[in-house]
């Protein structure tokens, strides 16, 4: 596991993008994983930022992204399909075809999680895997005591994450009670994963993880397994 430290959102962001662009330059068909919520927003915007330079093309990466809210429309203000189109997809030039997010209105749930699995091998398995983590150590929206051996399923929220991301909705009550997400297993399958982690509130998580000690009841923590890991982390907030 690789560690870099930084000073502030930006400097996490610039690392990250870095990554990113490397990987997409060295194989323009590279297919990414990517994740929502407040950490990424800085990275999108510095890849917007770079494709808009002429330096950065997505016309052949296809990306995976770890999970999406049970129930909501695709084209709802809230939904992490239309995070992903209003922070990346709109200002790049990935085709609609190449991108992937798990389908939370699917009438067959339990199908949609083996066929959403199916498609990342199809692809050819994740290249890059970009992720968040929780202060609890979550990773998508695997809580505490997921098995390290799942795959794509539906999880019910806890109060705690429902409360947490009530921010994006009008009130707590619209919070969708469940989500699809990656397993572990479907991210650990990934051949290189970013993880990025930005302020005190983290420090706790990452310090545990640091700590080396796997668990189940630390979801991140399975990552230590994992053979190419970087870890992006630091500043105040
Ligand atoms: P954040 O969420 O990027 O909004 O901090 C990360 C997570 O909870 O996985």
């Known amino acids: 596991m690789k560690w870099i430290a930084v000073n502030t959102y930006e ?4 690392v990250a993008a870095n990554i990113f662009s490397k990987q997409i330059q060295e194989k323009p068909n ?6 929502t919520g407040g950490s990424p927003v800085g990275m999108y915007k510095e890849l917007v930022a770079r494709h808009q330079a002429g330096r950065l093309s997505f016309k052949d990466v296809q990306t995976f992204n770890l999970d999406e809210y049970v129930g909501l429309e695709q084209a709802s203000p809230a939904s992490y399909w239309t995070f992903m189109h209003e922070n990346l997809f709109n200002f790049v030039d990935i085709l609609t075809e190449n991108i992937h997010l798990p389908n939370g209105k699917s009438e067959d749930l339990a199908a949609e999680c083996v066929a959403y699995d199916g498609r990342i091998e199809e692809a050819g398995g994740i290249d890059l895997q970009l992720l968040g983590i929780g202060v609890n150590g979550h ?11 799942a795959t794509t399923n539906i999880v019910e929220l806890t109060e705690s994450t429902r409360t947490e991301n009530a921010v994006y909705f009008d009130n707590l009550s ?28 983290k ?6 993880l640091k700590s080396g000690h796997v668990t189940e009841d630390f979801p991140a923590s399975q990552l230590l397994n994992h053979p190419n890991v970087t870890i992006i982390y630091g500043g105040t907030n």
């Open 30 to 35: 590279s297919v990414l994983g990517l994740a």
């Open 203 to 208: 420090l706790d998580a990452i310090e545990k």
């Open 139 to 149: 990773i998508g929206f695997n809580e505490p005591g997921t098995p390290f051996d």
């Open 11 to 14: 400097e996490i962001s610039e």
């Open 174 to 201: 619209e919070v969708p009670t469940h989500a699809i997400t990656m397993g572990i297993q479907s991210i650990m399958k990934a051949k290189e994963i970013v993880l990025i982690a930005f302020g005190e509130k």
